[in-house]
T-cell receptor, first 115, second 115 residues
Framework: KAGVTQTPRYLIKTRGQQVTLSCSPI?????VSWYQQTPGQGLQFLFE???????NKGNFPGRFSGRQFSNSRSEMNVSTLELGDSALYLC??????????????FGPGTRLTVT | AQSVAQPEDQVNVAEGNPLTVKCTYS??????LFWYVQYPNRGLQFLLK??????LVKGSYGFEAEFNKSQTSFHLKKPSALVSDSALYFC?????????????FGTGTRLQVFP
């Protein structure tokens, strides 16, 4: 099976712009989560989606949003980019949500640089 | 609140020697504990998990972890380190509820294995 794929892998944007990142989960996986990784804050939870519904959101401003499609693919959007949004954005998929026996598998991430 | 602590920013070990990467946790309810490894410019790779059952959990690449409920610890171990084990290691607790499924990560420990 193909792993979790994320596009694009690298992105450079300017402050004030918006950006959309894409995540394709492992085939058959229905749960998708997003995490932000920065040197200062480490790995932080952004959102969790299951069956096209956002079940939970981390402590991030409203500029961060996301969605999940019927094929389980997910996108996240960041509007009005700030320098502090520069980070590695990781997507993870799991067969089902809320079942610890099914671990989360991570994609390679999208490296976003805001200048 | 659920949390994970990795007290060491870096662990140095000689190739062939045993290694230990420490992790302690604080959770309410059942602890679902995970170890992930991150290589440069890569996403997180799942190593092993503790859900229930035997306190000694075996995972990928010869790694194992010991769950200790009384000490609230979940240390990662390997009997004989390889140079290729050099990477960033994250301990995580999985938080589950009726509307939440997310990983809370420790700050990470950089493992350096010297030839």
């Amino acid at each position: 099976k193909a792993g979790v794929t994320q596009t694009p892998r690298y992105l450079i944007k300017t402050r004030g712009q918006q950006v959309t990142l894409s995540c394709s989960p492992i085939s058959g996986h229905r749960s998708v989560s997003w995490y932000q990784q920065t040197p200062g804050q480490g790995l932080q939870f952004l959102f969790e989606y299951f069956s096209e519904t956002q079940r939970n959101k981390g402590n991030f401003p409203g500029r961060f949003s996301g969605r999940q499609f019927s094929n389980s693919r997910s996108e996240m959007n960041v509007s009005t980019l700030e320098l502090g949004d520069s980070a590695l954005y990781l997507c993870a998929s799991s067969l089902l949500a809320g079942e610890p026996v099914y671990e989360q598998y991570f994609g390679p991430g999208t490296r976003l640089t805001v200048t | 609140a659920q949390s994970v602590a990795q007290p060491e920013d870096q662990v140095n070990v000689a190739e062939g020697n045993p290694l230990t990467v420490k992790c302690t946790y604080s959770v309410s309810g059942n602890p679902y504990l995970f170890w992930y490894v991150q290589y440069p410019n890569r996403g997180l790779q799942f190593l092993l998990k503790y859900i229930t059952g035997d306190n000694l959990v075996k995972g990928s690449y010869g790694f194992e972890a010991e769950f200790n409920k009384s000490q609230t610890s979940f240390h990662l171990k390997k009997p004989s380190a390889l140079v290729s084990d050099s990477a960033l290691y994250f301990c995580a607790v999985r938080v589950l509820s009726y509307n939440t499924d997310k990983l809370i990560f420790g700050t990470g420990t950089r493992l350096q294995v010297f030839p």
